[in-house]
């Protein structure tokens, strides 16, 4: 599970607007950087809950249109637009208008406090469209203006992690939870302990995470995403499918929720639950990878008209998110290596990450994976190793590193590993899996 970028959830500014009236979504010429808000799915949320974003909306867009040199509406707009993209999948419309409104507010030369919110906001769009090194940049130069506020250390824990600088991602998460000890550095703990192989640790932290949020929330609901995947990931499919069963009794159509059940459903062998639940939750949202495990879904059963469909609308996805600064690199490495098979291109996007942040352990994992393929085993077991180098557990890293040492003739130790790793979790669904049970069976 990839690190929780809790800022963008965040609707403390927002709720200062407990009413009022609706108003038109009209966009005059005079302020461009206002961006219309999308209807959404009628499935995402409540009725109210759609009903008070659509009324926050329009008492925003308001006092920005009677007051255009006021600051506070502009940097809660922008929130609100990174809050409606992460709710409605929506990214390549709402993350452009989040750094539009970012950027109004630092043309009006704002003060220090102003100024430190806006580039606290530009740092956290920038996480989520995977502008790693712009995000860090950002953060570290926001901390001077304010180090004792939390998020910034949230914001430089993700960065940091996100380029595989993990020790320091540690430091920055230390002085996050010295400073505010609630769900955001709670689940930053977990994912970090299960980084460096704490993985009992790291389902504690996150049920700390759990019960500090408000149930029925959307950071609720991801949280207990975050927590009943920790618990998939090790092979623990009750727990993970008692998270998620949980998840939708509090907040009911939660697509992200949805599609990990269906994954439950496709590791238990019931694929047609697993589709039908796929579908129902790109349905809701279009996330690209409930597309990628429909996809896989399809490859795996043969139906290759339908799995080659579902993966070309994945890369006209991903083009998309990509001509909106969503850098996607290692999505388009896991669509060839899962999907098309062309390793080649597999190879070409996983080292374009590779080049920016080489320590970063998913990076890592996939280059294994594609060396592997190719049969490049000496490549496998350099990349395999770095997987590890924080001692990890995660089961399909050991995997990939069994592998690797299995086919380089140290026998021994592959199957120690790929025995570890089958034991952890035997229901492994990677392009891999198929091989390594097979050799822990002979």
Same mark, same amino acid.
């Given at each position: 599970?990839?690190?929780?970028?809790?800022?963008? +959830? %965040?609707? /403390?500014?927002? !709720? @200062?607007?407990?009413?009022?009236?609706? *108003?038109? $979504? #009209?966009?005059?010429?005079?302020?461009?950087?206002?961006?219309?808000?999308?209807?959404?799915?009628?499935?995402?949320?409540?009725?109210?809950?759609?009903?008070?974003?659509?009324?926050?909306?329009?008492?925003?867009?308001?006092?920005?249109?009677?007051?255009?040199?006021?600051?506070?509406?502009?940097?809660?707009?922008?929130?609100?637009?990174?809050?409606?993209?992460?709710?409605?999948?929506?990214?390549?419309?709402?993350?452009?208008?989040?750094?539009?409104?970012?950027?109004?507010?630092?043309?009006?030369?704002?003060?220090?406090?102003?100024?430190?919110?806006?580039? +606290? %906001?530009? /740092?956290?769009? !920038? @996480?989520?469209?995977?502008?790693?090194? *712009?995000? $860090? #940049?950002?953060?570290?130069?926001?901390?001077?203006?304010?180090?004792?506020?939390?998020?910034?250390?949230?914001?430089?824990?993700?960065?940091?992690?996100?380029?595989?600088?993990?020790?320091?991602?540690?430091?920055?998460?230390?002085?996050?939870?010295?400073?505010?000890?609630?769900?955001?550095?709670?689940?930053?703990?977990?994912?970090?302990?299960?980084?460096?192989?704490?993985?009992?640790?790291?389902?504690?932290?996150?049920?700390?995470?759990?019960?500090?949020?408000?149930?029925?929330?959307?950071?609720?609901?991801?949280?207990?995403?975050?927590?009943?995947?920790?618990?998939?990931?090790?092979?623990? !499919?009750?727990?993970?499918?008692?998270?998620?069963?949980?998840?939708?009794?509090?907040?009911?159509?939660?697509?992200?929720?949805?599609?990990?059940?269906?994954?439950?459903?496709?590791?238990?062998?019931?694929?047609?639950?697993?589709?039908?639940?796929?579908?129902?939750?790109?349905?809701?949202?279009?996330?690209?990878?409930?597309?990628?495990?429909?996809?896989?879904?399809?490859?795996?059963?043969?139906?290759?008209?339908?799995?080659?469909?579902?993966?070309?609308?994945?890369?006209?996805?991903?083009?998309?998110?990509?001509?909106?600064?969503?850098?996607?690199?290692?999505?388009?490495?896991?669509?060839?290596?899962?999907?098309?098979?062309?390793?080649?291109?597999?190879?070409?996007?996983?080292?374009?990450?590779?080049?920016?942040?080489?320590?970063?352990?998913?990076?890592?994992?996939?280059?294994?994976?594609?060396?592997?393929?190719?049969?490049?085993?000496?490549?496998?077991?350099?990349?395999?190793?770095?997987?590890?180098?924080?001692?990890?557990?995660?089961?399909?890293?050991?995997?990939?590193?069994?592998?690797?040492?299995?086919?380089?003739?140290?026998?021994?130790?592959?199957?120690?590993?790929?025995?570890?790793?089958?034991?952890?979790?035997?229901?492994?669904?990677?392009?891999?899996?198929?091989?390594?049970?097979?050799?822990?069976?002979?």
């Amino acid at each position: 599970m990839k690190p929780l970028h809790f800022f963008t +959830l %965040l609707l /403390s500014a927002l !709720l @200062l607007f407990s009413s009022c009236m609706r *108003e038109s $979504r #009209s966009v005059t010429h005079a302020f461009p950087e206002i961006v219309p808000m999308k209807d959404r799915n009628s499935a995402i949320g409540s009725g109210e809950e759609q009903a008070y974003m659509e009324e926050t909306y329009a008492k925003l867009a308001d006092q920005i249109r009677s007051n255009p040199q006021s600051l506070k509406p502009r940097i809660q707009m922008a929130q609100f637009y990174m809050v409606e993209a992460r709710a409605t999948g929506e990214h390549g419309y709402y993350y452009p208008a989040a750094l539009g409104m970012i950027e109004s507010v630092m043309k009006l030369n704002p003060d220090q406090e102003r100024k430190f919110e806006a580039m +606290l %906001l530009k /740092s956290s769009v !920038l @996480l989520s469209l995977h502008q790693f090194a *712009e995000a $860090r #940049s950002i953060a570290e130069e926001a901390i001077s203006l304010n180090g004792s506020n939390s998020l910034i250390y949230g914001a430089l824990v993700d960065a940091n992690v996100e380029l595989g600088n993990y020790s320091k991602a540690v430091e920055m998460a230390d002085k996050m939870n010295a400073i505010r000890p609630d769900l955001r550095s709670y689940s930053r703990v977990s994912y970090l302990r299960e980084i460096y192989g704490e993985v009992d640790a790291s389902v504690e932290a996150m049920k700390l995470a759990v019960a500090a949020a408000l149930p029925g929330s959307e950071e609720a609901a991801w949280c207990r995403l975050t927590l009943g995947k920790l618990h998939e990931t090790y092979g623990n !499919l009750s727990e993970a499918e008692q998270e998620y069963r949980q998840i939708l009794s509090e907040r009911a159509d939660y697509p992200f929720a949805i599609a990990a059940l269906a994954e439950i459903e496709h590791k238990k062998g019931n694929n047609d639950h697993a589709e039908e639940l796929l579908k129902k939750a790109c349905d809701i949202i279009p996330e690209v990878s409930f597309y990628h495990q429909l996809a896989n879904l399809y490859k795996e059963s043969g139906r290759t008209a339908e799995a080659e469909k579902t993966t070309k609308e994945i890369l006209e996805m991903l083009a998309d998110d990509e001509q909106h600064g969503h850098k996607m690199g290692l999505e388009y490495a896991r669509v060839h290596l899962d999907l098309t098979g062309d390793y080649a291109q597999a190879l070409k996007y996983a080292m374009e990450e590779y080049k920016t942040r080489p320590d970063n352990i998913d990076v890592n994992k996939t280059l294994a994976a594609v060396y592997l393929k190719t049969g490049d085993v000496a490549k496998a077991g350099e990349h395999a190793a770095k997987a590890l180098i924080t001692r990890s557990r995660n089961p399909e890293a050991l995997c990939l590193a069994g592998l690797a040492q299995q086919k380089s003739g140290n026998t021994s130790e592959g199957m120690r590993l790929l025995k570890s790793s089958i034991k952890a979790d035997p229901y492994q669904q990677h392009c891999l899996a198929d091989e390594a049970r097979a050799l822990v069976a002979m």
